[in-house]
């Protein structure tokens, strides 16, 4: 039910986030799904790629440091009120979000957010339990999973 995220350390310079992109485009890799936070003198990117391990040898032959990470990708109606409910569900079981980004649904009226959790197990069941989506790898990387 997990979904496989890269989390690149950047120098927080020109250049820098194109370079992961070209290298992941050189390779047939895609992107899926992105994040990027900064501070001053260094950013995190986080992505969801077709080809998680072998971006991930990639990026590391390339000198960048990168990390492997287990999310949840959950489906949610794209409406007001779609993120409440997923978040109600949490709260009302204590399950703490780390952090959480969100990318376009795979169906027409949905959206779709990844979400980081200390407890995935916990979040799981909580998620489940309230008949909330959680969507498997296969349906997130759809037809990118594939190469041509």
Known sequence: ?????????????????????????????NIVALSLADTSE????RLIVNHPDEAAALLRQANFTARETEVLAVGVEDRP??????????ERQGVNVEYMY???????GTAALVFRFEKPD?????????GI?????????????NRT
């Open 42 to 45: 260094f950013g995190i990117l």
């Open 122 to 130: 916990q979040a799981i069941t909580v998620l489940t339990d309230a």
């Open 102 to 108: 969100a990318f376009a649904g795979p169906c027409i």
């Open 133 to 145: 989506n959680i969507l498997p790898a296969a349906s997130v990387l759809g037809s990118s999973s």
């Open 1 to 29: 039910m997990t979904v496989k995220q890269l989390s690149i350390f950047l120098e927080n310079r020109a250049g820098r986030l194109a370079a992961v992109a070209r290298l992941l485009a050189q390779h047939s890799i």
């Open 81 to 90: 009120g779609g993120l409440a409910r997923v978040l109600d569900a949490l």
